[in-house]
């Protein structure tokens, strides 16, 4: 498959913001133990379009947070 093939295809699946379901996302509540405690999320499948060759990109990403009132 060539690369402008594999372009269109993902174009094409590309998703907008309205995409996600806030409903599904479950907030936990935080309760201070005292001390900080960091929160971090490791995703190692990301996927995206750069906005000038239209080419996939791939990376990681990383989230590390300090929760307020929740996780």
Known sequence: MD???ITEYLIS???G??????EVLEAVP???TGYETWVEISNPEF???CPRTGLPDYGTIHIRYL???LI
């Open 30 to 32: 935080y309760e201070p």
């Open 67 to 69: 929760p307020h009132h």
């Open 47 to 49: 996927t995206s379009l």
């Open 3 to 5: 690369m402008e093939k």
């Open 17 to 22: 913001a309205d995409f996600i379901s806030p």
């Open 13 to 15: 699946n590309r998703q």
